[in-house]
């Protein structure tokens, strides 16, 4: 015991001096590229979006790289862009350490990342103290950008929009004659801040237009169970006739498999942001028909670019774009890219200058414009989609880009 | 065999004793040494995953009583500091209370749980811990799920929190020599070696185990709180998470448990190796706590230390042959 | 809320009973016996869980044949497990922190694996069946939860003739009841100890195929099913078998009805105040409880 006592200090020197080659930072060489972060969930909860999202931050890469790179006035030459890629593991703490390692001892120019809220969040903090933009294309809760933080930006519109555009949808449904006037919602939302705002912007819309719509219930539930048989009944017992909910990818199907097997039904159905997800359709087959999504982006949009977008994007992964992640994150590595050009140099702040004034034409997000609003994050609108039997996705609000009529109310089993 | 054993001379044992303390004077000198802000981050990191780690060997260790439960402790501690701060205390006044506060959760908690023998107390501990995370993730007072940020107006100085960490490590593994070589101590190793033994010897063992679990407690909650000043951001399902209860459990197994020096290996081990591991290799690192795991149980208990012992004495051996 | 609102609640928590009954026996049988916490449990639940899952996509064939097969394979692993770790598996009085740890170093390897192997995202077993329901009236079954449900009745009841009705299971009982009055009448320990539990994870893989057959499953699958297989056996008592069916009806009844007076967010809180509650007020479980009763009656 004593001896023990007596050589652990040794030992531990020892092994700290072993273990510092591990540690040690490697010596600068000189500027052939420029370094970009990217910290994306690939394992965990969150894998499959994160997925899609570096899928398409990689496709913006290869495609900037394969013109020669990104051409740097101070430098008078062309760079290519080299990715430092982390996987997060859907782990907050994780996140937040990989980002601080990014932008500290790899030394990027920017980061992007963050798919979803609570690793965004995460995340974040770092962009201002090590004063590095960082880009997320994946977290939309507004209490990201509403700290007065001059670094921090996002390609997604914020959720509380969403919310409002979902209850402009289902109005908009009424005014059709689809819908009956004044029915009941039943709302069973993430307990998280992005499930807050959906639900701030519905009742919003619904304090905006009286008489159109009730809430009945307004329950939160934890992401990433297994057994919602108890909200189930609970939404059951509400006897609601419509039922909205916002939730992850996993959550989602869990929900919407249980809702199948509890032999429930409602006139409309959506699960916020969720819908057409290709993992969804494997899961439950038919059981998804008819949930419409209130989505950032649709493959199915009119925009030269989008088509394009989608033809490059089915030859490098061969499939094609699943839902709206890849092509917020494509955008946002393009603009990063040309406020890099427009900076002129590889200078964080003039390129987080750049990101807050510069505006990127052609964009795939709807409206074809992409432009950072004063808190950094954008304003652009949403598309409602609803899917359709046979594995069909249809854009059925805005009207004009509308490519199938609105099913409502969803046809009984 | 054991003939050849040195007589500790007066100049041996103050070099061994002098080896922590040149330890400190060394790391002491890294941010100075300018090699990095990431380097810095994984050496705090480090500190704190030591301070928790010794924390809990001496209730786990010396007493033998293992809770898996330490997160709750962690995420108060965080939450604490993270309350405090965005209410304009400063931060080492909320690391203090943090301490405090932790040590008042661990007697609430260890009042009742303490009466359990073996399993049935480390799954009580699981219990308390998931429950008072799903409680936080439910509290709109600190932010529920969305989690809480500190908003800190002053500029981020990683020194500052280096050296925290630093203090925070080597006051913690003082306060873990002082329990070990005092009558506390003694009467923690006894309840350890047989508990009932050690109360019909006139040691109540109940309250020492809540003055073990309150001192552990008490550490690991200002951990928290450092943790939580520095990366800005805490969240339930991070702090309270149950893989924070298991990585605090690790630690010191896999340094050695019920050794003072063992935790400390053990946390730096996995400081070092999370950071590592999770930037390169992030598909194994659970197999690789798994097998580590599992081979120290099977063939060396004693965590990395006992294989040193281990080690030193066939050297020894080979040598004397 | 009508009656027929509370029936259907009623009904959806015994099904869920049956499942989580299912679900701790497998390590209420390991535990009784060799007194080790199989924190690996949640490991084997996952696997059984993708094991079902290759049955039913390369074989084409349905999963409750998956479950059956499950039994051998997993005895089998479970034999393979004790041989090789056996070292660190004591049969022993006490529960061992050791033995905690080394199955839950286990547990971390076989969740990595999962995620080599199958990868991180969700899977399921999908059949026609899984969305069919039955109706009776107003009351709705979800023809996969009756399925699951009469599994796991099967499964249990097969256990019960395995304890009650074979040598093997009566020296399990033995075993349980004193480890030294055994080996002074002959009941070989080690032998025992080894498919007693090559037994527990055969329970454990079949009930996490029909927990599949339920819910998606990760290779985190296990977790949440852990900590409730806790919550049942202790509030059953560790060492006893009607206990773990009456551990199931009180968790389910509780998570199910419990939504009706608390936000949902907090359910799972509640799972976990019963536990603690139970550990400290019935040290034994319901059933020892009810034990103590019978022997002062």
């Known amino acids: 015991m004593i001896s023990l006592l007596s050589s652990s200090p040794r030992a531990l020197l020892v092994a700290v001096i072993a273990a510092s080659p591990l540690l040690w930072p490697l010596p600068a060489k000189a500027q052939s590229d420029i370094p970009v972060g990217v910290i994306m969930p690939i394992t965990g909860r969150e894998a499959r979006p994160g997925q899609y999202q570096r899928e398409g931050i990689e496709l913006a890469i290869k495609q900037i790289n394969d013109g020669g790179g990104i051409f740097v006035k101070s430098l008078n030459k062309k760079l290519p862009i080299r990715e430092v890629f982390y996987d997060d593991g859907s782990d907050q703490a994780r996140s937040a350490s990989l980002a601080e390692r990014a932008m500290s001892s790899d030394n990027v120019v920017a980061v992007i990342g963050g798919y979803s809220t609570v690793l965004g969040e995460a995340e974040s903090v770092m962009a201002d103290r090590y004063q590095t933009p960082w880009i997320t294309p994946g977290s939309a809760a507004s209490s990201i950008f509403s700290k007065g933080y001059q670094y921090t930006f996002g390609t997604l519109s914020s959720v509380e929009n969403l919310g409002y555009t979902t209850g402009q949808f289902l109005g908009w449904l009424v005014d059709q004659g689809k819908l009956k006037k004044g029915l009941k919602i039943a709302l069973a939302v993430e307990n998280t801040d992005h499930g807050v705002d959906y639900v701030n912007g519905i009742q919003k819309w619904i304090g905006e237009h009286a008489g159109y719509f009730t809430i009945v219930l307004n329950e939160k539930f934890e992401l990433g169970g297994t057994d919602f048989s108890g909200l189930l009944q609970k939404i059951k017992t509400a006897h609601a006739d419509i039922f909205l909910s916002d939730a992850h990818l996993q959550d989602y199907v869990t929900m919407q498999r249980q809702y199948l097997q509890a032999g429930m039904y409602h006139q409309m159905i959506s699960y916020g942001a969720r819908g057409p997800e290709a993992d969804a359709r494997k899961a439950l087959g038919p059981g998804i028909d008819y949930i419409f999504a209130g989505i950032w982006w649709s493959k199915d949009l009119g925009y030269a670019q989008v088509k394009k977008f989608n033809t490059d994007y089915t030859a490098a992964y061969n499939r094609p774009p699943d839902s709206w992640y890849a092509a917020t994150a494509y955008d946002a590595m393009r603009t990063l890219a040309q406020s890099i050009e427009k900076a002129g140099s590889l200078k964080k702040d003039t390129i987080r200058d750049q990101l807050r004034s510069g505006e990127l034409r052609g964009s795939l997000l709807p409206g074809q414009t992409l432009k950072f609003g004063k808190t950094g994050q954008v304003a652009n609108a949403f598309v409602i989609v609803q899917n359709k039997p046979d594995g069909k996705i249809d854009i059925v609000f805005p009207s004009d880009a509308a490519t199938g009529p609105a099913i409502a109310p969803k046809p009984q089993n | 065999m054991s003939g050849s054993a040195q007589p500790a001379g007066g100049l041996q044992r103050i070099l061994r004793a002098a080896l922590p303390v040149l330890l400190l004077i060394v790391l002491a000198c890294v941010p100075a040494a300018n090699l990095g802000a990431n380097f810095t981050k994984v050496l705090f990191l480090t500190f704190l995953a030591v301070s928790a780690s010794v924390a809990w060997n001496i209730l786990g260790g010396f007493a033998g009583q293992a809770s898996f439960g330490f997160a709750v402790f962690y995420g108060l501690g965080a939450y604490t500091t993270a309350v405090g701060m965005n209410a304009g205390l400063g931060p080492y006044l909320t690391y203090l209370i943090a301490a405090v506060l932790a040590a008042v959760a661990s007697l609430l908690i260890g009042l009742p749980t303490f009466r359990l023998r073996g399993p049935y107390f480390a799954i009580a501990t699981i219990g308390v811990s998931e429950a008072v995370r799903v409680i936080m993730t439910n509290l709109q007072f600190t932010g529920g799920a969305s989690g809480c940020r500190i908003t800190e107006r002053v500029p981020f100085r990683q020194a500052d929190h280096y050296y925290t960490g630093l203090a925070l490590a080597a006051i913690a593994v003082c306060i873990s020599m002082l329990v070990r070589n005092s009558r506390f101590g003694l009467a923690l190793r006894a309840i350890h070696d047989d508990q009932d033994a050690a109360s019909d010897s006139g040691v109540n063992p109940y309250l020492h185990k809540i003055a073990a679990h309150a001192i552990a407690a008490a550490i690991t909650g200002a951990t928290g709180g450092v943790y939580a000043r520095y990366s800005a951001f805490i969240s339930p399902d991070g702090v309270f998470a149950f893989q924070r209860s298991v990585a605090i459990v690790l630690m010191p197994i896999i340094g050695g448990v019920n050794t003072i020096w063992g935790p400390v290996a053990g946390g730096g081990v996995y400081g070092v190796i999370e950071e590592e591991l999770t930037a390169r290799f992030p598909e194994f690192h659970l197999l690789l706590y798994g097998m580590l795991l599992i081979l120290i149980i099977l063939f060396e208990p004693g965590g990395l230390l006992g294989l040193l012992v281990r080690l030193r004495r066939l050297a020894r051996r080979w040598r004397a042959a | ?297």
């Open chain 3, 1 to 297: 809320m009508t009656a027929v609102d509370y029936l259907n609640l009623l009904i959806a928590a015994l099904l869920l009973a049956g499942t989580y009954a299912a679900m701790a026996v497998g390590m209420t049988v390991i535990y009784g016996v060799m007194k080790i916490v199989n924190l690996a449990h949640a490991g084997f639940l996952m696997l059984g869980a993708y094991f079902v899952y290759e049955v039913h996509e390369r074989a084409g064939w349905p999963p409750l044949v998956g479950v059956a097969l499950a039994f051998p394979a997993f005895f089998a692993f479970g034999l393979l497990i004790h041989w090789l770790l056996g070292r660190g598996i004591p049969v022993s009085d006490e529960p061992t922190l050791a033995s905690l740890m080394l199955m839950f170093g286990l547990w971390l390897a076989l969740q990595n694996l999962g995620y080599l192997v199958w990868g991180t995202s969700d899977r399921s077993i999908l059949t026609p069946m899984t969305f069919a329901t039955l109706r009776f009236g107003e009351i709705t079954i979800p023809k996969i939860g009756m399925v699951v449900f009469v599994s796991a009745l099967v499964s249990l009841g097969a256990l019960e003739f395995i304890l009650h009705r074979t040598w093997f299971g009566r020296s399990i009982r033995a075993l349980i009841q004193n480890r030294y009055a055994c080996r002074i009448v002959g009941v070989p320990v080690q032998k025992t100890a080894r498919l007693t539990f090559g037994l527990g994870v055969a329970f454990s893989g079949a009930a996490g195929g029909l927990l599949g057959m339920l819910y998606p499953f990760s290779p985190d699958f296990g977790r949440p099913f852990l900590l409730r297989s806790f919550v049942i056996i202790v509030l059953g008592g560790l060492e006893s078998f009607s206990g773990v069916f009456l551990g199931a009806l009180i968790l389910a009844l509780t998570e199910t009805f419990s939504i009706l007076f608390i936000p949902t967010g907090y359910q799972p809180a509640i799972s976990f105040g019963l536990l603690v509650v139970a550990l400290i007020v019935l040290p034994g479980g319901i059933a020892g409880l009810l034990e103590r009763k019978r022997r002062l009656a």
